[in-house]
Protein backbone atom coordinates (compact mmCIF):
# COMPACT_ATOMS: atom_id res chain seq x y z
CA UNK A 1 0.00 0.00 0.00
CA UNK A 2 1.34 3.61 -1.00
CA UNK A 3 -0.48 5.38 2.02
CA UNK A 4 1.56 6.73 5.13
CA UNK A 5 1.55 8.38 8.28
CA UNK A 6 3.92 11.22 9.03
CA UNK A 7 4.10 13.21 11.60
CA UNK A 8 0.54 12.21 12.58
CA UNK A 9 -0.86 13.43 9.03
CA UNK A 10 -2.60 10.67 6.63
CA UNK A 11 -0.93 10.67 3.08
CA UNK A 12 -2.70 8.78 -0.08
CA UNK A 13 1.22 8.36 -1.31
CA UNK A 14 4.30 9.54 0.21
CA UNK A 15 5.24 12.23 -2.44
CA UNK A 16 4.36 15.95 -2.42
CA UNK A 17 5.68 18.70 -4.39
CA UNK A 18 8.16 20.73 -2.98
CA UNK A 19 7.68 24.95 -1.72
CA UNK A 20 8.63 26.40 -5.25
CA UNK A 21 7.04 26.92 -8.15
CA UNK A 22 4.63 23.59 -9.00
CA UNK A 23 2.57 24.74 -5.61
CA UNK A 24 3.26 28.89 -6.65
CA UNK A 25 -0.56 29.43 -7.43
CA UNK A 26 -3.78 27.68 -6.72
CA UNK A 27 -4.86 26.66 -10.47
CA UNK A 28 -1.46 24.76 -10.13
CA UNK A 29 -2.09 22.96 -6.70
CA UNK A 30 -5.52 21.93 -7.92
CA UNK A 31 -4.12 20.31 -11.07
CA UNK A 32 -1.03 18.55 -8.79
CA UNK A 33 -3.82 17.07 -7.27
CA UNK A 34 -5.99 15.68 -9.69
CA UNK A 35 -2.83 14.47 -11.37
CA UNK A 36 -2.05 12.05 -8.21
CA UNK A 37 -0.01 13.78 -6.08
CA UNK A 38 -0.42 12.71 -2.29
CA UNK A 39 0.57 16.52 -0.83
CA UNK A 40 1.69 20.10 -1.26
CA UNK A 41 3.91 22.48 0.54
CA UNK A 42 2.63 25.94 -0.84
CA UNK A 43 5.56 28.08 -2.44
CA UNK A 44 6.44 29.77 0.93
CA UNK A 45 4.59 32.98 2.38
CA UNK A 46 5.85 35.89 4.20
CA UNK A 47 4.63 39.28 5.05
CA UNK A 48 7.52 41.64 3.42
CA UNK A 49 6.88 42.63 -0.08
CA UNK A 50 8.67 40.46 -2.27
CA UNK A 51 10.10 42.18 -5.70
CA UNK A 52 12.06 39.24 -8.19
CA UNK A 53 14.60 40.41 -10.22
CA UNK A 54 14.36 41.69 -14.14
CA UNK A 55 13.54 38.50 -16.47
CA UNK A 56 14.46 34.70 -15.64
CA UNK A 57 14.13 33.80 -12.02
CA UNK A 58 15.18 29.93 -13.33
CA UNK A 59 17.29 28.28 -15.53
CA UNK A 60 18.45 24.82 -16.12
CA UNK A 61 22.13 23.63 -16.49
CA UNK A 62 22.23 20.57 -19.43
CA UNK A 63 25.24 18.59 -19.80
CA UNK A 64 26.56 16.85 -23.58
CA UNK A 65 27.28 13.43 -23.29
CA UNK A 66 30.73 14.11 -25.33
CA UNK A 67 32.25 16.58 -23.37
CA UNK A 68 30.72 17.14 -20.48
CA UNK A 69 29.95 20.64 -20.80
CA UNK A 70 27.76 22.27 -18.40
CA UNK A 71 25.73 25.20 -19.78
CA UNK A 72 22.46 26.77 -19.62
CA UNK A 73 22.44 26.99 -23.44
CA UNK A 74 20.17 24.84 -25.15
CA UNK A 75 21.72 21.78 -26.98
CA UNK A 76 20.26 18.78 -29.11
CA UNK A 77 21.13 15.55 -26.94
CA UNK A 78 21.59 17.44 -23.42
CA UNK A 79 21.09 15.82 -20.84
CA UNK A 80 19.24 17.77 -17.46
CA UNK A 81 22.52 18.53 -14.91
CA UNK A 82 20.23 20.43 -12.53
CA UNK A 83 18.10 24.05 -12.05
CA UNK A 84 19.50 27.29 -11.12
CA UNK A 85 17.44 29.52 -9.61
CA UNK A 86 17.02 33.44 -7.82
CA UNK A 87 13.56 33.46 -7.20
CA UNK A 88 12.58 34.90 -3.54
CA UNK A 89 9.21 33.37 -1.67
CA UNK A 90 5.89 34.27 -2.77
CA UNK A 91 5.13 38.07 -3.69
CA UNK A 92 1.35 37.26 -2.76
CA UNK A 93 0.55 38.09 0.49
CA UNK A 94 -1.21 35.87 3.60
CA UNK A 95 -4.18 37.41 2.70
CA UNK A 96 -3.89 36.00 -0.96
CA UNK A 97 -3.21 32.53 0.25
CA UNK A 98 -5.56 32.12 3.14
CA UNK A 99 -8.88 32.09 1.16
CA UNK A 100 -6.98 29.86 -1.33
CA UNK A 101 -5.69 27.20 0.72
CA UNK A 102 -9.30 26.91 2.43
CA UNK A 103 -10.38 26.34 -1.09
CA UNK A 104 -7.92 23.79 -1.43
CA UNK A 105 -8.50 21.83 1.38
CA UNK A 106 -12.26 21.90 0.46
CA UNK A 107 -11.93 20.43 -2.93
CA UNK A 108 -9.52 17.97 -1.55
CA UNK A 109 -9.91 17.03 2.13
CA UNK A 110 -7.31 13.98 1.73
CA UNK A 111 -4.93 15.34 0.32
CA UNK A 112 -2.37 17.33 2.57
CA UNK A 113 -1.78 20.83 2.53
CA UNK A 114 1.62 22.23 4.00
CA UNK A 115 2.37 25.92 4.49
CA UNK A 116 5.59 26.96 4.29
CA UNK A 117 6.06 30.27 6.05
CA UNK A 118 8.85 32.97 6.57
CA UNK A 119 9.62 35.48 8.67
CA UNK A 120 13.01 37.41 10.51
CA UNK A 121 14.57 36.44 13.73
CA UNK A 122 15.88 40.14 14.75
CA UNK A 123 13.41 40.93 16.95
CA UNK A 124 10.25 40.19 19.14
CA UNK A 125 8.23 42.01 16.14
CA UNK A 126 9.81 39.38 13.89
CA UNK A 127 8.98 36.03 16.15
CA UNK A 128 5.52 37.35 15.96
CA UNK A 129 5.44 37.48 12.10
CA UNK A 130 5.91 33.89 12.35
CA UNK A 131 3.11 33.05 14.44
CA UNK A 132 1.03 35.42 12.71
CA UNK A 133 1.57 33.07 9.52
CA UNK A 134 1.23 30.14 11.26
CA UNK A 135 -1.82 31.04 12.60
CA UNK A 136 -3.15 32.42 9.47
CA UNK A 137 -2.01 29.41 7.87
CA UNK A 138 -3.51 26.92 10.31
CA UNK A 139 -7.23 28.69 10.76
CA UNK A 140 -7.52 28.42 6.68
CA UNK A 141 -7.31 24.44 7.18
CA UNK A 142 -3.40 23.52 5.99
CA UNK A 143 -2.32 20.72 7.25
CA UNK A 144 1.16 21.25 8.78
CA UNK A 145 3.45 24.12 8.48
CA UNK A 146 6.89 24.07 7.06
CA UNK A 147 9.31 26.34 8.22
CA UNK A 148 11.77 28.10 5.92
CA UNK A 149 15.26 28.25 7.32
CA UNK A 150 16.71 27.62 3.96
CA UNK A 151 16.47 30.16 1.10
CA UNK A 152 19.46 30.94 -0.32
CA UNK A 153 19.09 34.35 -1.33
CA UNK A 154 18.48 36.66 1.49
CA UNK A 155 20.60 39.35 2.05
CA UNK A 156 19.16 40.13 5.31
CA UNK A 157 21.09 38.26 8.60
CA UNK A 158 18.09 36.94 10.65
CA UNK A 159 16.22 35.15 7.56
CA UNK A 160 16.36 32.06 5.04
CA UNK A 161 19.41 30.39 5.35
CA UNK A 162 20.71 32.81 7.69
CA UNK A 163 18.55 31.24 10.04
CA UNK A 164 19.04 27.13 9.54
CA UNK A 165 22.89 28.21 9.76
CA UNK A 166 22.21 29.46 13.31
CA UNK A 167 21.53 26.52 15.56
CA UNK A 168 20.60 29.65 18.33
CA UNK A 169 17.73 30.96 15.57
CA UNK A 170 16.49 27.44 14.74
CA UNK A 171 15.69 26.91 18.30
CA UNK A 172 13.96 29.97 18.92
CA UNK A 173 12.21 30.06 15.75
CA UNK A 174 10.78 26.85 15.77
CA UNK A 175 9.71 27.35 19.27
CA UNK A 176 8.17 30.52 18.90
CA UNK A 177 5.90 28.41 15.79
CA UNK A 178 5.31 26.07 17.84
CA UNK A 179 3.72 28.09 20.56
CA UNK A 180 1.00 28.66 18.26
CA UNK A 181 0.98 25.67 16.47
CA UNK A 182 -2.05 22.85 16.87
CA UNK A 183 -0.69 21.37 13.72
CA UNK A 184 2.40 19.51 12.76
CA UNK A 185 5.89 21.86 12.43
CA UNK A 186 8.40 20.99 9.89
CA UNK A 187 11.42 23.02 9.55
CA UNK A 188 13.37 23.02 6.09
CA UNK A 189 17.43 23.13 6.83
CA UNK A 190 19.67 25.00 4.46
CA UNK A 191 22.62 22.39 2.90
CA UNK A 192 24.94 25.54 3.12
CA UNK A 193 26.10 24.52 6.60
CA UNK A 194 29.04 22.59 8.20
CA UNK A 195 27.03 20.16 10.44
CA UNK A 196 23.49 20.13 9.24
CA UNK A 197 23.29 17.82 12.39
CA UNK A 198 23.70 20.62 14.77
CA UNK A 199 20.75 22.50 13.00
CA UNK A 200 18.56 19.34 13.20
CA UNK A 201 19.09 18.96 16.95
CA UNK A 202 18.61 22.64 17.32
CA UNK A 203 15.28 22.40 15.68
CA UNK A 204 14.48 19.22 17.68
CA UNK A 205 14.99 20.98 20.87
CA UNK A 206 12.49 23.77 19.87
CA UNK A 207 9.53 21.25 19.48
CA UNK A 208 10.14 20.51 15.21
CA UNK A 209 8.14 17.67 14.35
CA UNK A 210 10.10 16.96 11.00
CA UNK A 211 13.43 17.97 9.36
CA UNK A 212 13.57 18.68 5.85
CA UNK A 213 16.48 18.82 3.46
CA UNK A 214 17.53 20.10 0.96
CA UNK A 215 16.78 23.56 0.06
CA UNK A 216 18.70 24.51 -2.98
CA UNK A 217 22.66 24.85 -2.59
CA UNK A 218 24.46 28.10 -3.09
CA UNK A 219 25.73 28.21 -6.60
CA UNK A 220 26.97 30.86 -9.87
CA UNK A 221 26.06 30.45 -13.31
CA UNK A 222 29.02 29.76 -15.43
CA UNK A 223 30.63 32.16 -17.73
CA UNK A 224 30.10 32.45 -21.10
CA UNK A 225 33.82 32.44 -22.71
CA UNK A 226 32.68 34.24 -25.77
CA UNK A 227 30.50 37.02 -24.27
CA UNK A 228 32.60 36.95 -20.82
CA UNK A 229 28.42 37.25 -19.17
CA UNK A 230 27.46 35.19 -16.90
CA UNK A 231 24.94 32.83 -18.69
CA UNK A 232 21.75 34.25 -16.64
CA UNK A 233 22.69 37.87 -15.30
CA UNK A 234 21.00 41.11 -15.12
CA UNK A 235 22.61 44.04 -16.71
CA UNK A 236 25.94 41.82 -16.35
CA UNK A 237 25.65 40.95 -12.44
CA UNK A 238 24.56 37.88 -10.57
CA UNK A 239 23.90 37.27 -7.28
CA UNK A 240 24.70 33.64 -5.61
CA UNK A 241 21.47 31.45 -6.62
CA UNK A 242 20.53 27.83 -6.05
CA UNK A 243 21.16 24.80 -7.30
CA UNK A 244 18.62 21.78 -7.59
CA UNK A 245 17.83 18.69 -9.76
CA UNK A 246 19.77 15.47 -10.43
CA UNK A 247 23.39 17.65 -9.76
CA UNK A 248 22.58 17.42 -5.57
CA UNK A 249 20.87 13.95 -5.02
CA UNK A 250 24.13 12.53 -4.02
CA UNK A 251 24.94 15.80 -1.74
CA UNK A 252 21.44 15.71 -0.63
CA UNK A 253 21.47 12.17 0.44
CA UNK A 254 24.51 12.15 2.62
CA UNK A 255 23.22 15.12 4.70
CA UNK A 256 19.79 12.56 5.08
CA UNK A 257 22.21 9.79 5.80
CA UNK A 258 23.61 11.61 8.91
CA UNK A 259 20.47 13.16 10.23
CA UNK A 260 18.58 9.67 9.72
CA UNK A 261 21.94 8.27 11.66
CA UNK A 262 21.93 10.83 14.55
CA UNK A 263 17.70 10.88 15.13
CA UNK A 264 16.76 7.58 14.07
CA UNK A 265 13.48 8.36 15.83
CA UNK A 266 12.77 11.50 14.05
CA UNK A 267 10.74 12.00 11.24
CA UNK A 268 12.19 13.86 7.88
CA UNK A 269 10.95 14.51 4.50
CA UNK A 270 13.34 14.35 1.98
CA UNK A 271 14.48 16.42 -1.57
CA UNK A 272 17.13 16.74 -3.95
CA UNK A 273 17.10 15.66 -7.21
CA UNK A 274 13.82 13.03 -7.40
CA UNK A 275 12.33 12.23 -11.12
CA UNK A 276 11.72 8.46 -10.38
CA UNK A 277 11.10 6.15 -7.75
CA UNK A 278 14.66 5.08 -7.88
CA UNK A 279 16.04 8.05 -6.37
CA UNK A 280 13.05 8.46 -3.88
CA UNK A 281 13.85 4.97 -2.92
CA UNK A 282 17.54 6.15 -1.60
CA UNK A 283 16.33 8.15 0.63
CA UNK A 284 13.34 5.97 2.26
CA UNK A 285 16.33 3.35 2.45
CA UNK A 286 18.36 5.94 4.54
CA UNK A 287 15.07 6.85 6.62
CA UNK A 288 12.73 9.52 5.19
CA UNK A 289 8.99 9.11 5.49
CA UNK A 290 8.23 11.24 2.69
CA UNK A 291 9.48 12.33 -0.49
CA UNK A 292 9.39 15.86 -2.12
CA UNK A 293 10.02 17.13 -5.47
CA UNK A 294 10.59 20.36 -7.60
CA UNK A 295 12.67 20.85 -10.77
CA UNK A 296 11.27 17.41 -12.14
CA UNK A 297 7.83 18.36 -11.90
CA UNK A 298 8.89 22.44 -13.33
CA UNK A 299 9.84 20.34 -16.62
CA UNK A 300 7.29 18.19 -16.75
CA UNK A 301 4.08 20.40 -17.30
CA UNK A 302 4.59 22.48 -14.44
CA UNK A 303 3.92 20.29 -12.25
CA UNK A 304 4.37 17.16 -12.79
CA UNK A 305 2.06 14.79 -13.88
CA UNK A 306 4.18 12.58 -15.24
CA UNK A 307 6.49 12.34 -12.42
CA UNK A 308 3.79 11.41 -9.90
CA UNK A 309 2.84 8.40 -12.45
CA UNK A 310 6.21 7.09 -12.29
CA UNK A 311 7.10 7.58 -8.88
CA UNK A 312 3.65 5.97 -7.97
CA UNK A 313 3.62 3.09 -10.33
CA UNK A 314 7.64 2.83 -8.75
CA UNK A 315 6.44 2.40 -5.40
CA UNK A 316 4.11 -0.25 -6.68
CA UNK A 317 6.22 -1.90 -8.63
CA UNK A 318 9.13 -1.85 -5.88
CA UNK A 319 6.66 -3.13 -2.90
CA UNK A 320 6.04 -6.18 -5.08
CA UNK A 321 9.08 -7.33 -6.34
CA UNK A 322 10.57 -7.10 -2.99
CA UNK A 323 7.64 -8.33 -1.07
CA UNK A 324 6.94 -5.53 1.60
CA UNK A 325 3.49 -4.10 2.20
CA UNK A 326 4.50 -0.81 3.00
CA UNK A 327 6.88 1.87 3.28
CA UNK A 328 7.49 0.84 6.74
CA UNK A 329 8.57 -2.74 5.88
CA UNK A 330 12.12 -0.82 4.16
CA UNK A 331 12.11 2.58 5.30
CA UNK A 332 15.59 3.45 6.97
CA UNK A 333 16.96 -0.61 6.00
CA UNK A 334 20.17 0.83 5.03
CA UNK A 335 20.82 3.76 7.44
CA UNK A 336 23.22 2.17 8.93
CA UNK A 337 25.07 0.74 5.92
CA UNK A 338 26.33 4.02 5.99
CA UNK A 339 30.16 3.88 8.31
CA UNK A 340 33.86 5.35 8.91
CA UNK A 341 35.75 4.92 6.22
CA UNK A 342 38.46 2.63 8.42
CA UNK A 343 35.40 0.48 8.85
CA UNK A 344 35.48 -0.40 5.04
CA UNK A 345 37.01 -3.78 4.33
CA UNK A 346 40.19 -3.84 2.93
CA UNK A 347 41.57 -6.06 0.17
CA UNK A 348 43.67 -8.95 2.18
CA UNK A 349 47.72 -9.67 1.37
CA UNK A 350 48.47 -10.55 -2.07
CA UNK A 351 45.19 -9.54 -3.73
CA UNK A 352 46.08 -5.58 -2.62
CA UNK A 353 47.78 -3.54 -5.80
CA UNK A 354 48.42 -0.62 -3.92
CA UNK A 355 45.32 0.87 -5.47
CA UNK A 356 46.10 0.30 -9.15
CA UNK A 357 43.57 -1.99 -10.24
CA UNK A 358 42.25 -1.19 -13.74
CA UNK A 359 39.46 0.86 -13.07
CA UNK A 360 38.01 3.76 -14.99
CA UNK A 361 39.28 6.88 -13.86
CA UNK A 362 42.98 6.02 -13.56
CA UNK A 363 46.14 4.85 -15.60
CA UNK A 364 46.11 1.03 -16.07
CA UNK A 365 49.58 -0.25 -13.55
CA UNK A 366 51.80 -0.80 -16.38
CA UNK A 367 51.49 2.51 -18.30
CA UNK A 368 54.86 3.55 -19.74
CA UNK A 369 55.58 7.15 -18.67
CA UNK A 370 55.82 9.63 -20.62
CA UNK A 371 59.00 11.88 -21.83
CA UNK A 372 58.18 14.88 -23.16
C1 LIG B 1 12.55 28.36 -8.84
C2 LIG B 1 12.61 27.75 -7.48
C3 LIG B 1 11.96 28.39 -6.41
C4 LIG B 1 12.00 27.85 -5.13
N1 LIG B 1 11.33 28.47 -4.12
C5 LIG B 1 11.32 27.93 -2.87
C6 LIG B 1 10.54 28.51 -1.83
O1 LIG B 1 9.84 29.50 -2.00
N2 LIG B 1 10.61 27.91 -0.61
C7 LIG B 1 11.34 26.79 -0.37
O2 LIG B 1 11.34 26.27 0.76
N3 LIG B 1 12.08 26.21 -1.36
C8 LIG B 1 12.06 26.75 -2.59
N4 LIG B 1 12.76 26.13 -3.61
C9 LIG B 1 13.55 24.90 -3.33
C10 LIG B 1 12.77 23.62 -3.70
O3 LIG B 1 11.58 23.50 -2.94
C11 LIG B 1 13.63 22.36 -3.47
O4 LIG B 1 14.01 22.32 -2.12
C12 LIG B 1 14.89 22.35 -4.34
O5 LIG B 1 14.62 22.80 -5.65
C13 LIG B 1 15.53 20.97 -4.40
O6 LIG B 1 14.64 20.04 -4.97
P1 LIG B 1 14.79 19.47 -6.49
O7 LIG B 1 16.15 18.87 -6.59
O8 LIG B 1 13.67 18.49 -6.66
O9 LIG B 1 14.65 20.68 -7.38
C14 LIG B 1 12.73 26.66 -4.91
C15 LIG B 1 13.38 26.01 -5.98
C16 LIG B 1 13.32 26.54 -7.25
C17 LIG B 1 14.01 25.82 -8.40
Request: proline letters at 6%.
Amino acid sequence: MRNVTFTGVKFENPFLLSSAPPTESESNIMRAFDAGWGGVVVKTIGLHPVVNVHGARTKFFRTTPDDNNVSMKKRAGAALHGSWNWELISDKSLDWWVPRIRRMKEAHPTKVVIASIMAGSGSDKELRAWQTLTQGCQDAGADGIECNFSCPHMDRKDMGSNIGKDEGLCSVVTEAVKEVAKIPVWTKLTPATQDIVVEAAACFRGGADAIVSSNTFPSLPIIDPETLEFEINVDGFVSSGGLGGPAILPLSLANMARMCQAFPDRAFSAIGGVSDFSQAASYFLLGAGTVQVCTAAMLDQAIGPNVIKRLNAGLDAFLEKHGFNSIEDFRGARRDRVVLQSQIRRPAGDAYQGGYEPVEGYAAPDSPVLSS
